[in-house]
């Protein structure tokens, strides 16, 4: 049988109508190519969609967490902030699938359960959970880095009586907080965002944290029409800056979470005169001025001595502020965090800490959490608590390729990719903003029309030169993967006291492997071009 024995739905079949699904549709139609999205969710949006918890906001700026393909585009649309909220991301992508009648081909509300290579035809079959098959020739996974919720389960979860609820599946009708007792379990970027809002509004806030986290004062402001036109008005020129730097960021405003240090100066050489003006001058940011901070340990544990002197500083409860103080792992290891008044928030008399570093939940009963030191009453428990990061969206899908080989048990000592595109043993798959690609160490919309862009050139390359399947080498693959740990050793990533998402050490089991890029996107894109020219060296096209 041939792929000309089979009716196929589409050329292409994308999972997600995230940022990456959209776009993915965008340039594979541009291409002619027929291409179907299919999204779990209701809209779309991806991210952007399900995390609608109170505070959600990017930490990139707005004028670069957008696209830049359509110059029309980037100039008509208005962000009303430095840092875009949710709902204002969530109606730009809307805006986007309208803006190009990208609706018609998208099927909301029917997640993929599983994707099937049927080698007799070189075809993928998808198959959803309201039991629909579809058939493409090829099969983009756009299905988001940070997608997979990570749900802990405690003895007794079941049975509590109140309201739970997790950041990354904020119900579209909200959640009744007001006059509640609610309990935050997690100090990511989430919980650092939305326990400041749920603090306003709750009767009594009772945050669990586990590890303290390193956090900067976003600085968020409305954006001036002032400064929206002057950089509308040099837009291409950001724009390129932004395709060819290391994290696909320019860096318009104030604080800007990637880009550090900013200083010549060694933190092991300086005074303690010089290191109080730096807290003076920068506050929380006086860790990360210093030139030193990123190779040495010792270095780093001065700097971060900086930061949990400016805990002390905010906090007034001293035990309060030590239970906060990051401490036994370095700065620059986990992602960092922009906050609106996070430290601020335990001076009010209706929010307390738990420090998880001293106690552990026991158990969740109908009434509220105990812990091996207390009871805490709970009306609402929120959990803050993260997600399987770049592979678990993948790995909940019964992704199948040849020989009946199973994504999931593929990677089960760790995920093999060729350029985070390819995966061998899975012929025509693609894989958008993927595990060994820079994905989530990058801004994700510029990188976006890069990387996808060139998986659309790739997919039209094949149709063109009529070529049945590529799939990526497995000596190529290796290599690749080598590339990605060698670069990622010696950063503070994979320090030894180092347990971040990043490495997957925040799911039980999962095996210890620095997931994204670190080369940064000049260098990736640099070798998916020069793979290109070679006539996609490294994949092996039939
Ligand atoms: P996260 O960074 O993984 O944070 C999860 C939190 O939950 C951590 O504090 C973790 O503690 C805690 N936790 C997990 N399981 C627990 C358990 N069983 N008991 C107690 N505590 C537990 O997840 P996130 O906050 O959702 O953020 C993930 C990433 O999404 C971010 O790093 C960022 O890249 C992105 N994000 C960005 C924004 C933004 O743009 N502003 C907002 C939200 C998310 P440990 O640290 O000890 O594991």
């Known amino acids: 049988m041939t792929t000309s ?26 291409r002619g190519l027929r291409t179907i999205v299919l999204e779990k969710a209701p809209g779309v949006g991806g991210t952007w969609y399900w995390n609608r918890y109170p505070g959600a906001r990017c930490d990139i700026p707005s004028l670069e967490y957008s696209f830049g393909f359509d110059p029309e585009l980037e100039q008509e649309w208005v962000w009303t902030e430095h840092f875009a909220s949710q709902p204002e991301i969530e109606a730009y992508l809307n805006h986007m699938a309208d803006r190009y009648d990208l609706r018609r081909d998208i099927r909301c509300s029917d997640g993929v359960t599983a994707a099937t290579y049927d080698e007799t035809t070189d075809t993928w079959l998808f198959e959803t959970e309201a039991g629909k098959r579809l058939r493409s020739r090829f099969a983009v996974m756009a299905t988001g880095g940070l997608s997979a919720p990570y749900t802990p389960s405690w003895p007794g979860m079941d049975s509590f009586a109140g309201t739970v609820v997790q950041t990354s599946l904020w119900p579209e009708e909200g959640v009744e907080i007001e006059g509640k007792r609610v309990g935050v379990v997690g100090t990511g970027s989430s919980g650092i965002q939305v326990i400041p809002e749920l603090a306003k509004v709750a009767e009594h806030l009772t945050v669990f944290q586990r590890t303290p986290a390193f956090t900067w ?18 837009y291409r020129e950001l724009r390129e800056e932004q395709y060819a730097s290391f994290s696909a960021t320019a860096g318009t405003t104030g604080a800007v979470i990637f880009t550090f240090p900013t200083d010549d100066r060694r933190i092991l050489d300086s005074t303690p005169e010089e290191r109080e003006a730096a807290i003076e001058e920068h506050g929380f940011s006086a860790c990360r001025i210093w030139s030193d901070t990123a190779g040495d340990l010792d270095a780093n544990e001065m700097a971060v001595e900086l930061f949990r002197e400016m805990i002390r500083r905010t906090v007034r409860d001293p035990e309060t502020a030590e239970a906060l103080s990051p401490r036994g792992y370095p700065l620059g290891c986990k992602r960092p965090v922009l906050d609106t008044g996070y430290f601020e928030t335990f001076n009010r008399d209706d929010v307390s800490l738990v420090d998880l570093r001293r106690e552990t939940i026991e158990e969740v009963t109908p009434e509220g959490i105990r812990t091996s030191e207390r009871f805490v009453p709970l009306d609402v428990l929120v959990l803050a608590t993260g997600f399987d990061a770049m592979t678990g969206a993948l790995t909940r899908i019964d992704v199948r390729g040849r020989d009946g080989r199973l994504l999931r ?9 060729y350029l985070g595109i390819g995966v061998e043993g899975y012929p025509n798959l693609f894989v958008c903003v993927g595990p060994g690609s820079p994905g989530v160490l990058a801004t994700y919309p510029p990188q976006i029309e890069l990387q996808v862009g060139w998986i659309a050139d790739f997919v039209q390359y ?69 793979v290109a020219d070679h006539g996609y060296e490294g994949f092996v096209l039939t």
């Open 5 to 30: 024995d089979v009716t196929l739905d589409a050329d292409v079949i994308v999972v997600g109508a995230g940022m990456s699904g959209l776009y993915a549709l965008k340039v594979l139609r541009d």
């Open 217 to 234: 004062p976003s600085q968020n402001q409305p954006l001036t029409d002032e400064e929206q036109t002057a950089i509308k008005a040099r």
């Open 409 to 417: 048990d593929d990677w089960a000592d760790g995920p093999r990719t």
């Open 462 to 530: 094949l149709v063109e030169h009529g070529l049945h399947s590529a799939e990526a080498d497995a000596a190529a693959q290796e290599a690749w993967c080598a590339h990605v740990n060698q670069v990622a050793e010696g950063t503070m990533f994979t320090a030894a006291s180092c347990n971040s998402w990043y490495l997957g050490a925040n799911i039980e089991g999962k095996p210890r492997v620095f997931l994204p890029y670190v080369g940064g996107i000049p260098a990736y894109m640099a070798r998916c071009n020069e």
